[in-house]
Structures are given as C-alpha cells and as structure tokens.
C-alpha cells in the first residue's frame, strides 16, 4: 500500500451553543491522505496558524510522501523531522505532522479492521470523560445554569474557563464565577479551571488561593507561556493540582514540564504534539512520572483514542464547541455518558467526513 495523495484544506464551522444568540466560531485544518487501495484516512489540527499549516501540507510535507507506506508512521514522521524541523521548533511543523500523523493512523486502523485505539495499545476500553461547559463568552447566571443542565444530565466532571476579564488579569471576578458555580452544583461534581496561560504569576497565585476552599480537580495552563519554573512555583504553593501540555508540540516541551516538577498533570493533544506517534511518546514520560494524561485543548473524537490506548490516560475532554464542531462535520462521534465515554470498535478514529458540511465551511 502506497500514499498517492495528501491535501489539507482549512474550515470555519459556526457551532451553536447553549443560550447564546450567535454561534462560536471555530476554525481548524483537516487533512486527506489517499492510498492506492482506496483507503482514505481524515487528521486535523486546530486554528492556530491554519494557513500556513495548510500550505506546509499541500506544498512540502504532502509531497515528500507521496509513495510511502502509511504504516510506516515512525519512518515518516523522522523524516519530515529531521527534513523540515531539525531545530524542533513547534507551531507550524507541529500542527502540520499532526494532521498528517492522524491521517496515517486512521488509515492503519482502516486496514487492519481495528479502532486506533487499540493499535496504540488498548489499555482502557472506557475512559472517564469531562465537559468544558463554561465558556468566557457566558455571565455568572448562565454559567449556572449550563452547569446545572449537564449535572441535570448525569454528568459529574465539569471545566469552565478563567481569565475572563478583558486583560485575563481579572481574578477577583474568575473567582465569584467559581465559587457561584460551586454552590450551584454541590460537592460531589469535579469542577476544573482553564486559564490558557493567561495569567501572570501573581494574578495566577491570587485566583488559586481564592478557590482552594472549591475542591477544584485542576488549575490547567494558568501562567503565560507554560513556563516550567513559574508553574512549578505556583504548584508548591497551592494545594490545587496543575495541570499543562495541550500545546507543546514535541516531547522536549513535555520534558520540561516533568524534570522541572511543573504539573501534577500532563496534558498532550493529539492534534497540536505530533499526533498519536508523538502522543504515545508524552504518554509514556508521563507514565515514567507516574502521572497521568489527560485530555486538554478539544477535539475529543480524535484524543480519546489516545487516552484509551495507555494505563495513566485519565480524561477525556469533551469542550462543548469542538465536540459539536466534530459532529458537524463526521459521522460516527461517541459523546460522554454519565462521566465516561466507552470506546468504538468500528476500524481507525470510526470517523466518516460529512463531505457536504466541510466544503460549505471551506475557507
């Protein structure tokens, strides 16, 4: 079996959410790659960058492998490395291999009639699940509300996300939206926190001392930049666990975070670290750690295989727009059930392109 094709385009697909008048708009890029036999495999990576992770694809990474064997995905992915990134910068390259990575995998599973998820190891056939439900775009009385609704639902992990003033150094208002979200919800419900490295460390420091008394599972990505020496600082002198990694795009980054003590979680995303050949790599230093992984940044239809194939994959994140944007555009998502998503069977990411969503949210 042989590549014969490889193209990424770039989408924008509006998500409608609970209450909220206009959609959230997400973008993101999905890459097709064809073979001779007429299997087809479907990555995508996210909005960062988007274009110039399409053209990377379309322009120099597509046709370097045009002819490879997909099940060689160790081989290909060293060699556009050592090709195209051999200062292992992230950012573009990473988002770029990811795509491409996904799109191999999805196709191994295809041939071989087995899910993803248990080619890369099948360790966990169920997998606890959580639900972003708390958006910044949300006041305090929605925000209760939507929580309420999930918990109505029979789902027990929650995240909302924090920095939501217009400088992200608003604490005192993150911290009312927490402690109201807490009282609505009680005690039992896990309730996490996202900053997406918006804070400075004082205004980080600040928060989480405000809401120890919350019971938060996690404070993830609180400082600029993932700074391994201000989150390991931050994580001696809080007693919430910190959690970080949904953006480093190599394992070097998730090195860092673990020599340096800087998480209690690590956090690789399949669509941003390097795909399921990198992801399994963040996963077995994770595990060397003994920590756990887990999913942060979205696009649970493609993360969970990640978290189901190794024993420290702890959740799944379901982030109310990207799990909606994935059922837009594939057939074929499995959503949480009661905190917990059990996994497909069906060969490679179970996933079938809606091909007339994609082309009307073509950019």
Not at 10 to 22: K, Q
Not at 309 to 328: D, Q, T
Request: hydrophobic letters at 40%.
């Amino acid at each position: 079996m042989k590549i014969t094709k490889v193209v990424a385009t770039t989408h924008n697909v509006p998500v409608p959410v609970p209450l909220l008048d206009e959609p959230v708009m997400r973008p993101l890029v999905f890459c097709s790659i064809e073979t001779d036999n007429g299997l087809a495999g479907y990555g995508i990576s996210g909005p960062i960058q988007r274009n110039a992770v399409r053209e990377h694809i379309n322009t120099e990474m597509g046709p370097m492998i045009i002819g490879s064997d997909p099940f060689d995905t160790e081989r290909i992915w060293h060699q556009l490395y050592t090709e195209h990134n051999p200062r292992s910068q992230t950012g573009t390259w990473s988002s770029a291999i990811s795509a491409i990575d996904i799109a191999l995998w999805d196709i191994k599973g295809k041939a071989t009639n087995m899910p993803v998820w248990k080619l890369l190891g099948g360790a966990q056939p169920i997998v606890p699940a959580y639900i972003t439900f708390g958006l910044p775009e949300y006041t305090q009385e929605q925000l209760i509300q939507v929580a309420k609704n999930f918990v109505a639902q029979g789902e027990d992990k929650l995240k909302m996300v924090v920095g939501v003033a217009g400088d992200h150094q608003g604490w005192k208002e993150d911290s009312e939206r927490i402690h109201a979200v807490r009282e609505a919800i009680g005690p039992n419900v896990q309730l996490s926190m996202d900053a997406n490295y918006m804070f400075q460390f004082n205004n980080a420091l600040n928060l989480a001392k405000s809401v120890e008394e919350c019971n938060i599972e996690w404070f993830e990505e609180p400082v600029w930049g993932n700074d391994a020496q201000l989150l390991h600082d931050l994580r001696m002198r809080t007693s919430i666990p910190i959690s970080a990694g949904q953006n480093e795009g190599h394992r070097f980054r998730a090195r860092d975070l673990l020599v340096n003590k800087s998480v209690d979680i690590l956090q690789p995303n399949v669509a941003y670290c390097g795909g399921f050949s990198e992801g399994m790599k963040f996963a077995t230093l994770a595990h060397s750690f003994n920590l756990p992984i887990a999913n942060g940044g979205g696009w649970p239809h493609h993360n969970m295989h990640l978290q189901a194939a190794v024993p420290n994959g702890w959740r799944i994140e379901y982030h109310y727009v990207m799990w909606k944007c994935g059922e837009i555009l594939f057939d074929g998502c499995v959503g949480p059930q009661q905190g917990w998503t059990t996994m497909p069977l069906t060969p490679g990411l179970g996933l079938i392109p809606k091909w007339d969503a994609l082309n009307e949210f073509e950019e």
